[in-house]
Structures are given as structure tokens and as C-alpha cells.
């Protein structure tokens, strides 16, 4: 989605753009990987390699104190809480913006343990123990093996990291996604779980509206052809060229223009002085079959595993065949939820029939004005949803 996002931008100005626009100036953590963001912004970050049950090198990292804390502080047993991305971003785009504006150091100075995943195939997550990057093997997954294996493995290596029991996990967009199937098919996980923090629920597409509804009426033989069968979204030469644009002053308002097609509308709550580092970290690529994945949702409208094209593929992998559906009935853990009226993913619609469905739903506040970026990227963000994330699993702590 974001490589669609950048194409058009190229397209709208490629006529006047070489003649006379001058460079922005650019932030520095646009040419930074998440663990110098971190330090630049003065904390301390630890880098780990998860491997999960079937070969893939996950990195992850951990923020594990605040700014400003005392170091005798250090030490001390603290709530941990997990933070998981959408899909074609990574860890990255949870610190894209200064502390005051950011979710995970936020969550470090009210006192937790922080600490980012990523799926596979992300620029964070490049990684097996035998197989090639560059092979078409190494990209035959969908969403259903980030479920079954991706999540589990993180969680399960920062509960022994940490010596805890539980941990609370926040999820945005994709990341509301993984969790749900996660949860419900994996019981035994979800008891890890203290509570689920859905931002802009991704999860039920059957209403999802804008550009983006388009890719469920192309033919995945199509979109094989087109794209092959490895990654997408990836970072790449070509896109050197369209960071460079995006980074022009002019053209920053039209990217942010496109930002505003593609995921709802909410001009005045994007910070339009961070586009370049934005631009830098988005996208981090996927397999061109999670793409797959989610057009099936947006055209069938259910919340299921992966389908492989005919009764007989499904039969072999399922023993069923049709994919088995992800029964959100059987998502039992704690969930407050966060969405946008103006979100073109994560419809209002499909929203109000994920949250009828989640059994457990402690809160759920819909904002008028949100976008389906303004859960990350959005000024307002610690007004609307940060305080009380911090809030919940500050009352949680003492209940």
C-alpha cells in the first residue's frame, strides 16, 4: 500500500519537480535504524533475535526503562507491554515520531518495560536458519503462519526474557489482526495476555472502502504475474526516487494529500516537517501471498485463513475445503479498542461488527475525526488514545 502511495506521488509531480524545488532540510532519524532512534532520543534499547518454529529470525527490541529514571531504578520488576505493527510497516513506524508524540516512549516514562516485533519479511526480519532471502520458499507465507508462529515465538521469548507471566500487547491495524486469530485458536497464549489494546481494528474487511478495495478484484494469478512470487513493498532503488520527492517542500503537501485518499481524511493531524523520516521507514515489505490474504478478506468479507485456490489445495492443507474460519467468538482475552470515523481500512462498519463479536470487550472509543495513520502518526494521539492506554494498565497494576 505504501509503494501505491509513493508511485502516485511520483506520478502527481514528476512534470515539475526537477526544475526548481529546493530539498527540505531532513530530520536526522530518517537515515537511522530503530535502535540509534531510540538512543538518540536518549534511552536505553536492546536488539533480539527470535527464532520461530519454523526457521524464521525475527528481530525485536526493547526499551527497558524510561528516559529519566533514577539507576537504581533500573532494575525493577515493571509491566511489560508488546507492541506490534500492520501490514508492509515494521517496528519502525512505533517511533517515527519525538518522545512527546510517541507511544512506546511514552509507555517507558509512565514505567514499563517496552518492547517492538515484527513479522516476518519486514526489513527487521529477513532471517532464516536455512533458507535465502532471495528464494521464492523463503517468502511462502501468508497471515496464517505470522499466527500460528511469529506471535507466539515473540511473546513466548519476552515472557522468559522477563520473567513474567503476562504481558500486555497493543496492536495497530494488521497487528489487531494477528491477535484476534492469534487468541483465538491459540488458548494457551491468550492466557499470556493481561489485555489486548486494538488501534484501528484491521480485522473484518467486508465494508473497507478507498483505493485500497481495488486489490480484491484483481486476480491473484495477476498479481502473481505482476508483482511474482516474493516480496513487495520493500524497500528499493526505486524508491530512493520517491523519498527524494517526498522530501521537497511542495510536494510533502501533496503526499500528505495522498495520505488522505488512501487512509481517511484528517489533513490537520499529520506532523507534514516528519514526512521525510516517515517516507524512510515506510514501507518494510511482506510476501506478495500476505497481500493475497488480505484482498481474500476484503472480497469474501470473513476473518479466515489463507485459501489456496481449489477444494483439493485447501483439503491438503486443512483437511477441509474451504479455509477454517478465525471465530472471534473465541478471542476471550480483555480487549479496549480504539477506531476512526473517518477510517477508509478499518470501515466503521466492519468495526461495529468486530466489536458485537469480541466477548470480552472492556472499552471502546470511536473518534470522529481519526484517519486509519492517526493511531501513529497523529498529533493529537496522546489526547485521543495514548493517556489512556497508560491509564488502563496503570489502574490494571493495582487492581
Known amino acids: 500500500m505504501w509503494w501505491l502511495l509513493r508511485t502516485l506521488c511520483f506520478v502527481h509531480v514528476i512534470g515539475s519537480i526537477f526544475c526548481f524545488l529546493n530539498a527540505k532540510p531532513k530530520n536526522p532519524e530518517a537515515n537511522m535504524n530503530v535502535s540509534q532512534i531510540i538512543s538518540y532520543w536518549g534511552y536505553e534499547s536492546e536488539e533480539h533475535e527470535v527464532m520461530t518454529e519454523d526457521g524464521y529470525i525475527l528481530l525485536i527490541f526493547r526499551i527497558p526503562h524510561g528516559k529519566n529514571e533514577n539507576k537504581s531504578s533500573h532494575n525493577t520488576r515493571r509491566p511489560v507491554v508488546y507492541l506490534h505493527h500492520g501490514l508492509t510497516v515494521s517496528a519502525d513506524y512505533w517511533i517515527l515520531d519525538p518522545p512527546s508524540n510517541c507511544l512506546a516512549f511514552l509507555l517507558a516514562d509512565a514505567g514499563f518495560e517496552v518492547w517492538l516485533g515484527n513479522s516476518r519479511g519486514t526489513n527487521n526480519a529477513r532471517k532464516h536458519v536455512r533458507l535465502d532471502p532471495d528464494s521464492k520458499e523463503f517468502w511462502d507465507f501468508s497471515f496464517n503462519e505470522q499466527i500460528e508462529y511469529d506471535l507466539p515465538a515473540i511473546i513466548y521469548f519476552i515472557l522468559n526474557e522477563t520473567r513474567q507471566t503476562q504481558i500486555y500487547y497493543i496492536g495497530h491495524s494488521q497487528g489487531v489482526y494477528l491477535a484476534y486469530a492469534a487468541f483465538a485458536t491459540n488458548p494457551q497464549l491468550a492466557q499470556k495476555i493481561k489485555i489486548n489494546f486494538a488501534l484501528g481494528p484491521v480485522v473484518i474487511t467486508k465494508y473497507l472502502t478507498g483505493v485500497f478495495r481495488t486489490i480484491a478484484y484483481i486476480h491473484p494469478t495477476v498479481i502473481k504475474t505482476m508483482f511474482g512470487e516474493k516480496d513487495i513493498f520493500s524497500k528499493s532503488n526505486a524508491n530512493d526516487i520517491l523519498r527524494f520527492l517526498c ?31 516517515y517516507s524512510e ?69 466492519d468495526v461495529k461488527n468486530l466489536a458485537a463479536k469480541t ?20 498529533k493529537d494521539a496522546v489526547v485521543q488514545v495514548y493517556r489512556k492506554i497508560i491509564e488502563f494498565i496503570n489502574r490494571d497494576q493495582s487492581e
Open 247 to 277: 522530501h521537497r517542500e511542495q510536494i510533502a503537501t501533496a503526499c500528505t494529500s495522498l495520505l488522505i485518499v488512501l487512509f481517511g481524511y484528517n489533513p490537520g493531524n499529520l506532523n507534514e516537517s516528519r514526512i521525510d523520516v
Open 281 to 349: 521507514h515506510i514501507p518494510a515489505g511482506t510476501s506478495v501471498r500476505s497481500i493475497l490474504h488480505f484482498s481474500q478478506g476484503i472480497r469474501s468479507g470473513l476473518f479466515q485463513a489463507y485459501d489456496w485456490g481449489s477444494e483439493s489445495l485447501n483439503v491438503l492443507h486443512y483437511n477441509q475445503s474451504t479455509p477454517p474460519i478465525y471465530n472471534i467468538e473465541d478471542m476471550k482475552v480483555r480487549t479496549a479498542m480504539w477506531s476512526g470515523e473517518r477510517d477508509l481500512l478499518g470501515d466503521p462498519k
Open 359 to 378: 466477548p470480552n470487550l472492556i472499552y471502546h472509543k470511536k473518534i470522529p475525526h481519526y484517519n486509519h495513520m492517526d493511531f501513529i502518526l497523529g
